[in-house]
Every structure is written in structure tokens, then in C-alpha cells.
């Protein structure tokens, strides 16, 4: 059975990734944000890679499948490793700084991945820098839905902590009144 944590970190993970259902502006999702937040709050490592993946894979199900998945998943699964980096560092300069990282992260890996794999731009320098420049509007808008998503999880899971003890990480509890 799951401890009342894990299971709101995993709904908060499967709502972020369904996100990706629901229209919005192009790059504007909580995807990005939800691997960095997995990656920092889930107490187990391996955790924090397969919940996000999951749930990325589910609403890809739903999506449809697309070439170039494999930069998408891997970038996400370097996020994570990001997200594992903020393990008891999680402040609004932290989770600012490793969002903005993870988008920059997302753009350089996908956009390498298009000009790579498609066939749309020639696979010269020139090419190269075509694919980023043309990359660049999605880009803002990853940045900005990074950083809004980021701090709407992180955020919202702090004060949750904050009023639910029962939320907390055991270190972080504070100890139970003795009866004695």
C-alpha cells in the first residue's frame, strides 16, 4: 500500500503529465516541470525515473506515438536526474535555476534530435543552427510554462507539506507528543 505521500506525489505526477491533454500553446505543459519535481520529492531514485515515465508514456498513449521520442524521454530522464540534485535543496532559487536548466536541456536535446533524425534541415552547421533558430519560439514557451508549472508543484506540495505532517519526509516530522 502506498504512504499518503507517494500517493499525492504520484497524483500530482499523473495530473502534471495529463497536462499534455488538455489544449495549450505549443511546449506549454507541465511535462518538464513534472520529471524535476519527481526526481526531487520521490523518496526512491529509481521512482523518480519510472512515475514520470509512466506517466509520459500513458499520455503519449493517448497522443500518439512521434519520431524523435527517444531525445523527448531522454531529456526528460536527464530533468530527473536535475530533480535528484534538488533533494533537500528545494528553495525558489534552486527550483528556478534547475527548471530554467531543464528547459535549455529539453531544447538543446530535441531540437539536436530533429535536425538529426527528420530530414528537414541538412545536416551541416548551418542546418544545425536553422533547426535551433527555428526552435526558438517553442523554446520561450517552455521556458515560461517550465518555470510557472515548476512553481506551481513545487509550491503546492511545500505548503501541503507545511499543513500535512503526515506529508513530510520521516526526517523532517516532527516528533510525537509522549503520553508519558
Same mark, same amino acid.
Given at each position: 500500500?502506498?504512504?499518503?505521500?507517494?500517493?499525492?506525489?504520484?497524483?500530482?505526477?499523473?495530473?502534471? #503529465?495529463?497536462?499534455?491533454?488538455?489544449?495549450?500553446?505549443?511546449?506549454?505543459?507541465?511535462?518538464?516541470?513534472?520529471?524535476?519535481?519527481? +526526481? #526531487?520529492?520521490?523518496?526512491?531514485?529509481?521512482?523518480?525515473?519510472?512515475?514520470? /515515465?509512466?506517466? /509520459?508514456?500513458?499520455?503519449? /498513449?493517448?497522443?500518439?506515438?512521434?519520431?524523435?521520442?527517444?531525445?523527448?524521454?531522454?531529456? =526528460?530522464?536527464?530533468?530527473?536526474?536535475?530533480?535528484?540534485?534538488?533533494?533537500?535543496?528545494?528553495?525558489? =532559487?534552486?527550483?528556478?535555476?534547475?527548471?530554467? #536548466?531543464?528547459?535549455?536541456?529539453?531544447?538543446?536535446?530535441?531540437?539536436? +534530435?530533429?535536425? #538529426?533524425?527528420?530530414? %528537414?534541415?541538412?545536416?551541416?552547421?548551418? +542546418?544545425?543552427?536553422? @533547426?535551433?533558430?527555428?526552435?526558438?519560439?517553442? =523554446?520561450?514557451?517552455?521556458?515560461? +510554462?517550465?518555470? @510557472?508549472?515548476?512553481?506551481?508543484?513545487?509550491?503546492?506540495?511545500?505548503?501541503?507539506?507545511?499543513?500535512?505532517?503526515?506529508?513530510?519526509?520521516?526526517?523532517?516530522?516532527?516528533?510525537?507528543?509522549? %503520553?508519558?
Amino acid at each position: 500500500m502506498l504512504k499518503p505521500r507517494q500517493t499525492v506525489l504520484a497524483a500530482m505526477i499523473f495530473a502534471a #503529465a495529463a497536462s499534455r491533454l488538455i489544449p495549450h500553446p505549443p511546449n506549454m505543459t507541465a511535462v518538464t516541470a513534472m520529471a524535476l519535481f519527481a +526526481g #526531487a520529492t520521490l523518496s526512491r531514485r529509481r521512482y523518480g525515473f519510472l512515475v514520470p /515515465l509512466a506517466a /509520459l508514456f500513458l499520455s503519449d /498513449l493517448l497522443i500518439g506515438f512521434y519520431s524523435g521520442m527517444v531525445f523527448v524521454y531522454g531529456a =526528460f530522464m536527464v530533468t530527473v536526474g536535475i530533480g535528484l540534485l534538488l533533494r533537500g535543496r528545494r528553495h525558489v =532559487f534552486t527550483v528556478g535555476a534547475a527548471s530554467l #536548466a531543464s528547459s535549455v536541456i529539453f531544447y538543446l536535446v530535441t531540437n539536436f +534530435g530533429v535536425w #538529426a533524425g527528420s530530414g %528537414l534541415y541538412p545536416h551541416t552547421g548551418a +542546418g544545425l543552427v536553422a @533547426c535551433y533558430t527555428a526552435g526558438l519560439p517553442f =523554446f520561450r514557451n517552455m521556458v515560461t +510554462g517550465d518555470l @510557472c508549472y515548476a512553481a506551481l508543484l513545487f509550491g503546492s506540495f511545500a505548503l501541503l507539506e507545511r499543513f500535512l505532517p503526515v506529508l513530510r519526509e520521516k526526517a523532517e516530522r516532527a516528533p510525537e507528543p509522549s %503520553l508519558i
